[in-house]
């Protein structure tokens, strides 16, 4: 029976000397969510487990000017909270809502969903689109990379020994601009996507200023899709800037056939989803409320 | 408590009160399978085979037993081998030297998860550490998962000497087909011949596991003197005693099984798993072991339910009478013979009247688990395909699907293609309730479309035992011995209070271990409010008569001028004298003086047991760039005889439904190519969530069984078997494009939708 040492961090400092020590061994425990799965199933063997749930700057949100930067260890359910964030940021916010059940979200975190590199996870294609920026601390000090840049593979991080997530930062916004997250599961609840994307405008009138897309679980990791959002700037959401936007979606997808969906499945759900997710985002700047998963 | 019951002929019966149950359960003082534990137990794990086929050449266990906190460590060596036979478990059949063979596997893997060697050890760390270190020498051999694959002459055969019964004059080579089967009636070519329209299709259904939220656990205590006790989550503990006797060559009066509160069992805990492992491993070690699975064992190890391919073929004239109707089933056995193939081709077309009729059904082993029962077995299977046709052939006709059917419909009389001729039964009123529901006069909601479809099931007797005590202060205990799952206590203490004439919560049920009462077949095949029910019945009017031996003392006049009325000994007549009515605590009070405790009792095997028929209606709406179904409304109506208890009656019939359409939509067992089980937990085995369904509405039809006191049918099984087609049904409907093969999840359908998007376009 190997021994499991459970430390907790006051400070970044701490957790990161606790991590540096533990050689690879080390497991940053936030909410636990998939860490206590993982260690039940056997898929993760911690040495050391740092707890870092007790460090303030990882357990809140801070706005400065007009920015916000979130904890990574920030419930779900306080960030569901958070009117000004939700109002800010509304597909990201519904994302981070989206994981696991009601009771789940007590205790699951933004950071704790970016750092499980599932390239299902439903917060971190929100994320991209928004143009969030994981800020990392660690044994030669502080670096801050776009989500996108975060993760180099299904359940592998670019961290190096050592380091951890601290915070997420949520760039300024306009009034003029909004988000969505839509994913498709075959259920309503409970579930994993088989497809999720994100899809962040601005708009000037009724045309599309700028625009970030995002795709999960079509590929090795999260997804952000530039030639979707070109497709989609300049247009007025018109069915053939979807269309193309939507090609430029499914051409992006490098699936897998799996027990969740198919390859063609797959690939055909991202355009789906990119078509109803910016019209979504669309209507939120219009002032209209939207609700849903798929 | 209830205002009484909507029934004029009851006091009881019809009403409902809480159930018995229910205050333990809403507190979670209730103790299910994993909650028992002894002083010094120890925690027993099973090795499994990772490999779907493969022959064992040899196990060393040594460096297992060589570590410390490790107790023992069994193999299919510390189990007898047994005869090739034949005994029933629930609506099903098993062979002994399968049994022994499916807990421990002896000469070969047959499926992945197939356990090879169990240990005992101080704690749950040291029982897996000492799992590792048990070393298998595997021969691995090719696999087969799907059926038609192992029907073939070329695929890897799993059982060297299996022959298929039932086929004149026998094969000569082993095969992987265990059984054919066949049933007639009248003549099927000649009906064909006379038809004016026939309808053929292919289906096919994946295996789905029964689901049950409490994974299996067993506490097996052997003591030094050969005694054994068991406590267990089952839903027969006569039938685990009966088991683990003859696995383990014990008396069955050495055995004592407890059952505990069961968090579900749908059919598929009338089979054992770890209480022999248990029992030998307490046997070896002389202390208490307890063992529990995870989900991903259960998933891998227990159940599940069969998948099977079916071929219908329907004929019939232009005004929907059918005239001919054949099917072909094909079923899954899992890694031993003994699928539901026999119930599945008896069920396919008991729903109607037709003159001729052809089934043949095979019982095909491959590479999975054993499959066990599950609600209704084998009947969803053949009703899907029966059902999709017969709504092709409304179409078709441009017939109401309601009107199709009762054109058809069996009733009193009408004999079944496998030779039963029915009593009262209410295939008509159940589908004319269906037709003047409020849900189907009304038009589906736009986006939305309508399926119909219904099913047909047994239900069954047997044997049951039952004893009726009266405390000393007048109450009553009324014992049995079939764990509830459905709510069957409640039932049993209605029936009881009803016949004996007292209230509800005068009446206490309890389900005693298999020392303290006589002997009670599985709960299963909606047995038990039915035959159980009719012991308890019957122990009453033990009771009775014994109360009225005991007035007659007390009065000093002949039994027979006693009548019992309204829970009262009263004279018969005025000729027998003025007494003051006996209560049951008046007569409890004497009871020393007049001959002792008071307390009836009954044995019987039932027969008689009245069939049950449901129609269900499913409106969906199809998302067509997703394949995504919803579920927007849904009734179900059934031919429940009396309700005993609505409620529970209602919570049957929209629990089978529920998991009918997670069957319908999502459920499947996935297997990679290596025939290892792709999704053995909830997750990626999905069943439905409360989110994704409307409130279940329900129709109960009470067409008494004739053959009860209280007229009750079984009512557990029907609900599961017309939801596959009520909402394939509807997709059809609702998109113009027909699935026969299940689940219709959104992968499928989407590209079934994307596949016949150009032909619609072209028509």
Redesign the interface.
Known sequence: MSEIQYRVAKNVKDACAAMAAAKGKGYILAGGTDLLVQMKSGTREPGVIVDVKKIPEMVSIVEKNGAFTVGAATPAAVIGEHKKLKKTWPGVVEAINLIGSTQVQGRASAGGNLCNASPAADSVPAMVAAGVVANIAGPKGKRSVPVEKFCAGPGKTNLKTGEILVSLTFPKRGKDASDAYLRLIPRTEMDIAVVGCGVSLTMKGDTVKDARVSLGAVAPTVLLVDKAAKALIGSKLEDKALDAAAQACSDACTPIDDKRGTIRYRTKIAGVLLKRAALIARDRINGIEHRGHR | MPDGSPNPKYKWIGTRPDRPDGADKVTGRARFGADFNLPGQLIGKVLRSPHPHAIIKSIDTSKAEALAGVKAVVTAKDFPEQANLIVPTGEMQVNLRDITRNIMAREKALYEGHPVAAVAAVSE??AK?ALALIKVDYKVLPHVIDVADAMKPNAPVLHDGMITEGVNPPPTKASNIAKRVEFNKGDAKAGFAEAEIVIERDYSTQAVHQGYIEPHAALASAAEDGQVQVWSTTQGHFQVRGFCAKLLNLDTSQIRVTATEIGGGFGGKTVVYLEPLAIRLSQKTGKPVKMTMTR?EVFRASGPAPGGNVKVRIGAKKDGRIVAAECTVEMQAGAFPGSPVGPACMCSYACYDIDNVHIVGFDVVSNRPKVAAYRAPGAPISAWAVESTLDILAQQLKMDPIDLRLKNAAKKGTKTAYGVTFNTIGMVETLEAAKSSEHYKSKPKPGYARGVAAGFWFNVGADSSAAAHVGEDGSVTVISGNPDIGGSRASLALMAAEELGVDYDKVRPVIADTASIGFNFVTGGSRVTFATGLAVVNSVRDLIRECKVRAAKIWNVDPEAVMWENGMAKPAGSNVGEFEPLTLAALAAQAGKTGGPINGHAQLNVTGAGPGFGVHVCDVKV?N????VTVGRYTAAQDVGTAIHPSYVEGQLQGGAVQGIGWA??EEY?YNAKGKL??PG???Y?M??A??LPMIETILVEVPNPTHPYGVRGVGEVPIIPPLAAVGNAVARATGVRMTDLPI???RL??AL?AAAPKMAAD
């Open positions: 760390a040291i550490q991903e998302d760039d997703t394949g995504c939509l999502n996935i792709d999704n909830f997750l990626d999905r439905p969530v989110s994704d999840s959104p992968p989407s590209a994307d």
